[in-house]
């Protein structure tokens, strides 16, 4: 089993910043991508960025240039450092990883609320 656990969300005024982490504990062989997802209320579930093991990374349009993702393979944990927070950000936060364990499975953090206030 794999278990994923986000922190450092919170509430943050316009303009802001915050970094949320992401640490994958259990029967862990290695961690192919991993990656951020935001939900708002009654709205899908979508990609915020993803990292691959060998360091490169894909983000979506709308955080392009705000956002950072990274990871510590040494943790088994990836980062997203957001900047220039906007009340459009707000939603819950989930990580996602893509592990080598017992089988090869992807895994749901249970996610944390992130709100930016205008």
């Known amino acids: 089993q794999v278990q994923l656990v986000e922190s450092g969300g919170g509430l943050v005024q316009a303009g802001g910043s915050l970094r949320l982490s992401c640490a994958a504990s259990?029967?862990?062989?290695?961690?192919?991508?991993m990656g951020w997802y935001r939900q708002a209320p009654g709205k899908q579930r979508k990609l915020v960025a993803n990292?691959?093991?060998?360091?490169?990374?894909r983000y979506a349009d709308s955080v392009k240039g705000r956002f950072t993702i990274s990871r510590d393979n040494t943790k088994n944990t990836v980062y997203l450092q957001m900047n220039s927070l906007k009340p459009e950000d707000t939603a819950v936060y989930l990580c996602?990883?893509?592990?080598?364990?017992?089988?090869?499975?992807?895994?749901w953090g249970q996610g944390t609320q992130v709100t930016v206030s205008s």
């Open positions: 996602n990883a893509d592990v080598n364990s017992d089988y090869r499975g992807f895994w």
């Open positions: 259990g029967t862990i062989f290695s961690i192919n991508a």
């Open positions: 990292i691959n093991s060998d360091g490169s990374t």
